[in-house]
């Protein structure tokens, strides 16, 4: 089934953000592999990306976070590919200030009715113990309380190496 063609109208007129891990790591590799989490997630998130942009047409919001945040709007997949090269891993893994700001930033445009009509879908990408963990389950909590019914923001965690950091810290959906 494709999901787009069948019943799969939700999935376009709504914003994507990827909020992706470039703490320190993410340059841990694995034993055994000479590619660190970093690395082998990139071509994976390009690929994510591709499909975003062809639904959230006028580009995707990307966060990197690490001891602190940067956010890029309004990008495509050929921009993440240059963000991926201008930034490498370090600092700690402080995913509480990246999601905050992205939900935040969707309440906003919500209040201005300048939010797509079917929401936005937030996918967080790390490989670490997230920092202060309780920060971000009840920035979740607080986020799910304020929601109309129905209502987006969609959250997913997705763990780059195969651990399962998302749900064990956060109680996200990995």
């Given at each position: 089934m494709d999901?787009?063609?069948?019943?799969?109208?939700?999935?376009?007129?709504?914003?994507?953000t990827l909020i992706i891990d470039k703490s320190n790591d993410m340059y841990k590799s694995e034993s055994?592999?000479?590619k660190s989490p970093w690395e082998l997630m990139q071509n994976s998130?390009?690929?994510?990306?591709?499909e975003c942009e062809k639904l959230d047409l006028d580009?995707?919001?990307v966060y990197l976070f690490s001891d602190y945040f940067k956010r890029y709007d309004h990008v495509t997949s050929a921009d993440?590919?240059?963000?991926f090269l201008e930034n490498q891993p370090s600092g700690k893994t402080n995913l509480a200030a990246a999601l905050k700001d992205a939900i935040d930033t969707y309440f906003e445009?919500?209040?201005?009715?300048?939010?797509?009509?079917?929401?936005?879908?937030?996918?967080?990408v790390t490989a670490g113990d997230i920092e202060d963990p309780d920060l971000v389950k009840q920035l979740i909590i607080s986020t799910s309380n304020n929601l109309e019914q129905?209502?987006?923001?969609?959250l997913y965690c997705v763990a780059s190496d195969g651990h399962n950091y998302c749900t064990s810290n956060c109680g996200l959906v990995s």
């Open positions: 999901p787009l063609l069948e019943g799969g109208a939700a999935l376009q007129e709504r914003d994507y055994g592999s000479y998130i390009l690929a994510l990306a591709t580009g995707i919001t993440l590919a240059h963000i445009r919500r209040a201005l009715d300048i939010a797509k009509p079917n929401g936005e879908t937030i996918l967080v129905d209502e987006s923001p969609q």
